[in-house]
């Protein structure tokens, strides 16, 4: 399951750095494709939560999009961004693929649905007085009772048959066999998506979309009935769509900041709003 994690993120990055291209040019100093999957899979945020050291803090990617004030990964998109063009700017590729990299995975995160859920909280509940066990990568997948029974009750909250971990891992797995075969012409940025992005910023943009997709109610309705047709339509015409396009604002966002394309009017007569 957690490879089909992987190369979700890896499929949306593929997709979006040709996108990107055909919206700038194929000549931007921007990374390649094969550049910006480097540092995803086994070098992205999810594999660092699961070989990181205990006490070490890592990325989560959670966010209540409905929460003004969970600002938390909306920070953690703009560090990306800022160290992005700053490496645009220097013609640092490799550190340029990293950061458009892991910008791109803190966005697709903070419009997955099942990182709308306060699964941090629900985590810690479980652990409860043990919470301090959090610090441990271990204890991601399990937490200690009072007794052998209270541990493996609470454990199977995390990793059973509906437990946090299991639910939030069904979920992304089931969005990914959605989107493989999907080629995602039609998330190819607007001039009115161009428009909006530089008229409210890209952390702004960031969050409306994530209010949006939460307003959808996507998770909430896979957690009670499973995967229907319906929700794996909204999955292929809505939220796919949108990641993809996210992403590519994201990386053009950057590219204009640092210089190495020309204002939006000049580079994007010929898309139609």
Not at 54 to 77: A, C, K, M, R, Y
Not at 78 to 86: A, D, F, P, S, Y
Not at 141 to 157: N, V, Y
């Amino acid at each position: 399951m957690y490879a089909a994690v992987f190369h979700a993120h890896q499929k949306i990055d593929r997709v979006a750095s040709r996108l990107f291209n055909e919206l700038v040019g194929n000549d931007v100093a921007f990374p390649s494709a094969d550049l910006i999957l480097h540092f995803e899979g086994k070098r992205g945020p999810d594999a660092t939560r699961l070989k990181s050291t205990d006490g070490v803090e890592q990325p989560w990617h959670f966010i209540d999009p409905f929460d003004e004030d969970d600002v938390s990964l909306g920070e953690t998109v703009m560090e990306h961004h800022r160290q992005l063009v700053l490496a645009l700017k220097t013609g640092n590729r490799e550190r340029a693929a990293f950061e458009a990299a892991w910008l791109a995975h803190a966005l697709v995160d903070g419009l997955t649905p099942a990182h709308h859920y306060p699964y941090e909280r629900e985590l810690e509940m479980l652990h409860g007085e043990k919470r301090e066990n959090l610090k441990k990568v271990r204890y991601k997948f399990m937490a200690t009772g009072d007794s052998k029974r209270d541990t493996i009750r609470r454990s199977l909250r995390i990793i059973g048959p509906r437990g946090l971990l299991t639910t939030h891992t069904m979920f992304e797995a089931g969005a990914y066999m959605i989107m493989r075969p999907m080629r995602l012409n039609n998330a190819l940025p607007s001039n009115y998506d161009i428009e909006q992005l530089m008229s409210v910023g890209l952390r702004k943009y960031f969050h409306m979309q994530a209010r949006e997709v939460g307003a959808l109610g996507m998770f909430d309705m896979f957690c009670t009935v499973g995967w229907t047709p319906k929700l794996a339509r909204t999955v292929r015409r809505e939220l796919v769509p949108r990641m993809v396009k996210v992403v590519v604002l994201a990386w053009y966002a950057a590219a204009l900041d640092s210089g190495i394309i020309d204002q939006p009017e000049a580079k994007n007569a010929n898309h139609r709003r």
